[in-house]
């Protein structure tokens, strides 16, 4: 049976694990600031990294 956990650690990919909040901290210095000037940035970079993670871990295969 799914828990609310197990939800929270699958992410919204549906295979794999999403990044945790330690493996995040980790890696927000390394995100650089959105630039001045222009509209403030909308992308959730937690998100963007869960996604661009899950693309390295499956290669984008037919059947994920």
Known sequence: M???????LVGEFG????????????LE??????KPGGRP???DMRSLLDG????VRTGCQWRH
């Open 15 to 26: 295979s794999g694990q999403a990044l945790t909040d330690d493996q995040f901290r980790l």
């Open 52 to 55: 661009l993670f899950y693309l």
């Open 41 to 43: 940035r909308s992308t």
């Open 2 to 8: 799914w828990t609310p956990a197990d939800r929270a």
């Open 29 to 34: 210095p390394l995100i650089p600031p959105a």
